[in-house]
């Protein structure tokens, strides 16, 4: 049985939740939306 480190599991939980849609109404400073795909690509880098 293989382990996880608790950024591995965080890296998926926030990837299933921007799969599920629940950073789309996330709204950047200058009001326009911003694109959840974009913020975890960046966040992961």
């Known amino acids: 049985?293989?382990?996880r480190t608790s950024a591995e599991i965080n890296e998926e939980r926030?990837?299933?939740k921007a799969l599920?849609?629940?950073f789309e109404r996330i709204i950047s400073r200058d009001g326009v939306h911003a694109d959840p795909t974009?913020?975890?690509a960046a966040?992961?880098?």
């Open 43 to 45: 966040a992961n880098q």
């Open 1 to 3: 049985m293989g382990f």
């Open 38 to 40: 974009a913020a975890f």
């Open 20 to 22: 599920r849609g629940d």
């Open 14 to 16: 926030y990837a299933l």
